[in-house]
């Protein structure tokens, strides 16, 4: 694994199904981060995490719920798909809380029928 | 919150300069951050102001005033490989990342 790495690459899925995209980093970053990237809307965060065993909301958490078992992980569930979930999903690290510098994964393109 | 604007799209010729503008107002403001993000791949990292002025690296250089909520990328001699999204975010004093929705520059020869 070199930087960081996304699973899967793209997923359709069926609404009220439940779905967790996996995020791995291997650069020991504290910090993580999810996004969603739709369209005219820009980048919006989901939920982070400055280290391991914590986790914060960003500004469209509704629907999604992450964890930070460890340094190198930090998964994104969907607990029941909605279609207004169709987008494409990107995580990303920094080397700290207040890190320069954020690594983008390679995105999940996701989506809900 | 944040309210981060930049226009839509741009388009120039193969040599030539853009300028990207950015306006944002927020509630707590901690550097402003541009990333480039080619179609169809994950955005990458360009350029951090947190002071006002001019920060050049290579082709491309961003400025930031903060008493007056603005910031520019200029991207300089510019190449077909420019082509591509420019996002300007802002950081808040809890170090999130706040982006706007991204500036396409398509580069014509």
């Known amino acids: 694994i070199a930087g960081i790495t996304q699973a899967p690459t793209s997923q359709i899925l069926a609404a009220g199904r439940r779905m967790t995209l996996r995020c791995t980093q291997d650069m020991r970053h504290n910090a993580m981060y999810w996004y969603r990237q739709d369209l005219g809307l820009g980048l919006r965060l989901i939920h982070y995490?400055?280290?391991?065993?914590?986790?914060g909301k960003g500004e469209v958490p509704d629907g999604y719920s992450v964890s930070r078992a460890n340094t190198d992980d930090f998964p994104l569930t969907l607990a029941s798909a909605v279609p207004s979930q169709t987008s494409v999903y990107f995580c990303?690290?920094?080397?700290?809380?207040?890190?320069?510098?954020?690594?983008f994964g390679p995105g999940t393109r996701l989506t809900v029928l | 919150g944040q309210n981060i604007d930049q226009p839509t799209e741009m388009t120039a010729t193969e040599g030539a300069i853009v300028q990207i503008n950015c306006t944002y107002q927020?509630?707590?403001?901690?550097?402003l951050f541009w990333y480039q993000q080619h179609a169809g791949e994950a955005p990458t990292f360009l350029s951090y102001n947190v002071l006002d002025g001019l920060e050049e690296k290579g082709r491309f250089s961003s400025f930031l005033s903060r008493s007056k909520g603005y910031s520019y990328l200029l991207l300089k001699e510019l190449q077909m490989k420019d082509s591509a999204s420019y996002l300007c975010?802002?950081?808040?004093?809890?170090?999130?990342?706040?982006f706007g929705a991204g500036t396409t520059v398509t580069v014509r020869a």
């Open positions: 927020t509630s707590g403001f901690n550097g």
């Open positions: 995490s400055n280290t391991a065993g914590t986790t």
């Open positions: 975010a802002v950081r808040d004093r809890d170090y999130k990342l706040s």
């Open positions: 990303a690290s920094s080397e700290g809380a207040p890190g320069i510098e954020q690594f």
